[in-house]
């Protein structure tokens, strides 16, 4: 049995919501990444829509950047790409269409960021190589939905 100081789900639930609230704040404070992580997370738990919202801001802010990201800077760099190509996964379970949109904006963002980043690990390559099999997992899922549906319209079930 794990002591009651081991850093696990279990404990920290034991905290209650009030004290894990402040120590995010707290542990956030000052940290741009955490803090995007967490209206990530409060857009999500608000409507799949507001997700949605702050994907494509964040897509659009890292469509914007021209500075050069070497690889001290690499490793945020793909902590964000996955962190915004897993929440667009996240949007598909609700709405294939919005999830397809965001996706492909995230695609356009490969040339400019292999254009102006150390690529040499391949660590960000990879992040692109996993969000072209979610393009086309969603847009298999979205083609089934489509097809389902107009097979219930057709009779006359809807």
Do not use: Y
Request: some cysteine; glycine content about 4%; proline content about 1%.
């Amino acid at each position: 049995m794990a002591s009651r100081k081991t850093l696990n789900a279990k404990n920290l639930e034991a905290l209650g919501s009030e004290r894990l609230a402040a120590l995010l704040i707290e542990i956030s404070r000052g940290n741009a990444a955490a803090q995007r992580r967490l209206r990530l997370e409060l857009a999500g738990a608000a409507s799949p829509a507001d997700m949605a919202q702050e994907i494509r801001k964040r897509l659009t802010t890292i469509a914007r950047s021209r500075s050069f990201v070497d690889w001290h800077q690499r490793k945020a760099l793909v902590t964000d790409l996955e962190t915004q190509r897993q929440a667009i996964s996240q949007v598909a379970k609700v709405d294939a269409a919005e999830a397809l949109d965001l996706l492909w904006r995230f695609m356009v963002l490969a040339n400019s960021i292999f254009n102006r980043c150390d690529n040499s690990s391949g660590s960000v390559i990879a992040v692109f190589q996993a969000a072209c099999r979610d393009l086309g997992d969603i847009a298999a899922d979205f083609a089934d939905r489509e097809r389902r549906f107009h097979a219930m319209v057709s009779a006359r079930f809807i």
